[in-house]
């Protein structure tokens, strides 16, 4: 990685990266299509010209926060992912969709680079409180189930994923996480084979993907007793 980092306002007073969108919503969206197609450094070059675009406080912290997750998630560089999300956050009168994109951020990188399981569901459970971002909500879900996994609270970590398998319109690879990670829970945490191997059996059933994964977990399960 480069050491020396140019501020965002330096690259942009310098030269808009090449191709990049001429406006706000444009350069949002390029840069989400860019992520989505494994294209991070491109997507994170039109985060950082709509950082500059941005008309408002929620625009920029938008921005900001999508610019982060692909430094926290992908960069895996938690103390800039952290700095982007403070900054965000820090900024006065944004709305819950530029909110919850910044805990987010700021979840990953307690978690993660952290390691502070507790800041990391103290942001998740702000992050669920906010309203009009049902969209997030799983996400939010399978990271707080993780979050009190790590903190020992195995039975509030399942009612995290059951919420997931509960709610209506979620789809079928979400949910064969959320099966997965109950499965997780039961085989290593609470010790209950039997229940680990239903749910791994439902992830399977909604991503055969998921099969070599699961399978190399069963087979660390002890045989049933007789």
């Known amino acids: 990685m480069n050491p020396i980092r140019i501020s965002v306002l330096a690259i942009c007073a310098v030269a808009q990266p090449l191709g990049a969108a001429e406006t706000y919503q444009d350069s949002l969206a390029a840069g989400d299509r860019l992520r989505g197609e494994g294209q991070a450094d491109e997507a994170s070059a039109e985060y950082v010209v709509a950082i500059v675009q ?10 900001l926060g999508k610019r982060g997750m692909i430094l926290a ?8 992912a952290r700095k982007l999300a403070d900054e965000a956050l820090a900024l006065v009168d944004i709305r819950p969709v530029a909110e919850v994109t910044a805990l987010q951020v700021l979840a990953e990188c307690e978690a993660k680079g952290s390691q502070n399981h507790a800041r990391a569901a103290l942001a998740l459970e702000k992050a669920l409180k906010l309203e009009g971002v049902d969209w997030s909500r799983p996400g939010l ?9 790590h903190l020992g609270k195995f039975q509030e970590a399942i009612a995290a994923y059951r919420e997931v398998l509960d709610s209506e319109g ?5 949910k064969a996480v959320a099966h997965l990670n109950t499965g997780l829970t039961w085989q290593y945490d609470l010790k209950d084979a039997a229940k680990a191997r239903s749910s791994y059996e439902a992830a399977v059933g909604l991503n055969a993907a998921l099969k070599p994964e699961v399978d190399d977990h069963l087979s660390r399960l002890e045989a049933p007793s007789e």
């Not at 998630?73 to 800039?80: G, L, R, S, T, V």
């Not at 879900?141 to 996994?149: E, P």
């Open 141 to 149: 879900l399978l990271s707080l189930g993780d979050a009190r996994r």
């Open 170 to 174: 979620i789809d079928a690879p979400m």
């Open 54 to 63: 941005a008309a408002n406080t929620t625009e920029k912290a938008l921005a």
């Open 73 to 80: 998630y992908e960069e895996k560089d938690y103390a800039a």
